[in-house]
């Protein structure tokens, strides 16, 4: 039982670090992000679950989660259009953006 609340909170991490918003609001998603890692920290420290590999676990799937999320939330970019799913999550796994430019200087 532990383990699926572990997966539901790391999929909610996930997507909160995967989704792209542009402006002043960018901290938000990580906030939140960060706000349920500590939330899952202080709640396995207060009901002291012996469960492992909770923490592998989420943060594996709060990972492959953000990184699907990011490369669906990136396939509008013109980098990114005639790319297929599965170079867009390779794409999407670099930390820096990429800017092709058709006319090169």
């Keep these: 039982m532990i383990y ?11 997507l909160m670090l995967g989704i792209r918003v542009d402006g002043s609001l960018r901290w938000v998603g990580a906030t939140a992000a960060a706000l349920v890692l500590v939330g899952l ?4 420290l207060v009901v002291e679950v012996d469960a492992w ?6 943060a594996i799937v709060a990972a492959v989660t ?7 939330a990136r396939r509008d970019e013109p980098a990114f259009v005639s790319e297929t799913y599965g170079r867009r999550v390779l794409l999407a796994m670099r930390t820096r953006t990429s800017t092709h430019s058709a006319d090169p200087q």
């Excluded at 539901?8 to 996930?14: D, I, N, Q, S, W």
């Excluded at 590999?53 to 989420?58: I, L």
């Excluded at 953000?66 to 669906?72: C, F, G, H, I």
């Design 41 to 44: 920290v202080a709640g396995s």
């Design 66 to 72: 953000s990184v699907l999320v990011a490369a669906e």
């Design 4 to 14: 699926v609340v572990v997966v539901a909170l790391a999929l909610a991490a996930g």
């Design 53 to 58: 590999f909770a923490g592998p676990v989420f």
